[in-house]
């Protein structure tokens, strides 16, 4: 007995669904895992929020970030006075530990700044002195 047409059309229906079920999931997975911790435009008043922070007045070209993946990470990047900058970080970390180790001009590490579920275990905060009387601050809080 011949089978049908239509039987092969099913046939072929199945085995491309088990075949190609497979590799339509894992292209798909490799799609979705090539964004994670690509970093993102974030809103800087919220990252500043989450390092436990507040944007100075005098802050000049805020550009803020957040990745996600196995952790969070915020990046909020300003530009303030010269002048300004140590002040600012020590009035807003008080209990931070200068890094000695440092390849820019302050480098400040704050280990656990809140005590509240979903904060940031750390915040790095390092200032570069630039050209004039203008400093560059990095405000990077993450969880591990």
Not at 40 to 46: A, F, I, T, V
Not at 109 to 116: A, F, K, L, Y
């Amino acid at each position: 007995m011949k089978p049908r047409p239509r039987t092969w059309f099913w046939v072929t229906v199945l085995v491309s669904f088990l075949c190609g079920g497979p590799i339509a999931l894992l292209v798909w997975a490799g799609m979705s895992f090539s964004e994670a911790g690509e970093p993102k435009p974030m809103d800087c008043g919220e990252a500043m929020e989450w390092a436990q922070a507040t944007m100075p007045k005098s802050a000049r070209d805020p550009r803020c970030t957040v990745s996600n993946w196995l952790d969070t990470r915020v990046s909020a990047k300003f530009r303030m006075p010269r002048g300004e900058a140590a002040g600012w970080v020590a009035g807003t970390y008080p209990g931070g530990e200068v890094r000695p180790y440092c390849h820019t001009d302050l480098c400040v590490d704050v280990r656990e700044p809140t005590p509240e579920p979903g904060g940031p275990v750390v915040v790095n905060v390092t200032v570069t002195y630039e050209d004039g009387d203008t400093a560059l601050v990095l405000v990077m809080p993450f969880t591990v």
